[in-house]
């Protein structure tokens, strides 16, 4: 019923161990990107309010004499 020998049961084992190790691997990669893309958007609008509150200070400097 069962023509497996128990070096191709060990094989088996070991590429299943090998499977479940990738699987566990792709799952923090995509939570970590997913992460990532959950804060991006917060860092670019960050950055963007900085360049523009810089350059109003330094158009008020410039126009103002401030």
């Known amino acids: 019923m069962n023509d497996m020998t128990e070096a191709e049961s060990k094989k088996l084992d070991a590429e299943i161990a090998n499977l479940n190790a990738l ?28 360049v523009l509150l810089t ?10 004499g401030a």
């Open 23 to 50: 699987s566990a691997k792709l799952a923090a990669e995509t939570a970590k990107i997913n992460s990532e893309n959950r804060w991006y958007p917060l860092v670019i609008g960050t950055g963007l309010a900085g």
């Open 55 to 64: 350059a109003g200070i330094a158009m008020a400097k410039l126009f103002f």
